[in-house]
DNA sequence: GTACGTGCAAAGGTTTTGCATGGCG
DNA sequence: CGCCATGCAAAACCTTTGCACGTAC
């Protein structure tokens, strides 16, 4: 498994953090290395452990915990009871189908207009939004 | 505790559903009943309590799920391992400090003009949103 | 009176922690 | 070679389920 890997941006940013390059935390950053997937730590075990078979749930736990600290991730809810991991960076824009839990992607955002607005309204520093609706999809309806 | 409660729309909502009104759920209701309210399980539980003593754990899950296939509330992730339970209804904008994890509530969205566009695009019928930036407030800089 | 709702306790999952071993730098 | 990181197993949590009893309608 060694692609000339787009996760070498990832790499830096845990050693520039002074932490240590691990084949389990390479596992988990391949994983994780999309902006689109959103992964609870179950499925990032079971991924992850296909790059390298001797890695162990709580690893994955403590790596998920260092990169949401380092800012590369975040935890997000969609309505089951596990939290799932998505880049966090940037915006993330989901349509949320209340019926069949299926979750569709766009790109229109107007929360670059609001972000400025909310940095001088609350002297916030803000770094990544979320958008989220909540409906019902084509298919249910 | 018997104000001439607001949670009597609720109330009467569980009633057209089918569904009885008993004290515990009364509790529940009457904690929820708050728009800014962002609560867990346990934090429910505990305020619950107060207005009905006999409150089990068990139930407040119960009718926190019943809830929310009523679309009266739903569940949002905001960064620690438990859901919070929302409002549904309407828009809810958020500004979350990733160091203190503090919560700030905003008024202006223009989430409103994209309701639309989206209803068309994807066959999406939207009934509510959240809008959520993460950053660092005034405090943690 | 009946069916639904409840509280309790036990079961089922997920996440965290302790600790001896291993491996990155 | 020194620490940090890991895997395993156990502990701690949170959530769900089963069941006999209570109660809204």
Redesign the interface.
Known sequence: MSTTIPTQQLVERLKCAGYKITPARLAVLQVIDDDHAHLNPSDVLEQAKQLYPKLGRATVYRTLELLTEL?IL??????E?T?RFIR?EGGHHH?V??DCGDV?E?D????G???K??QD??????????????????DC?
């Open positions: 800012g975040r935890p997000i809810y969609m309505g009871n939290p966090a349509l189908c209340n569709i766009f229109e955002c107007m929360a207009d609001l972000t607005v909310l309204q609350f002297g916030f520093e803000i770094g990544s939004h979320l958008l989220e609706f909540y409906g019902r999809c084509r309806r």
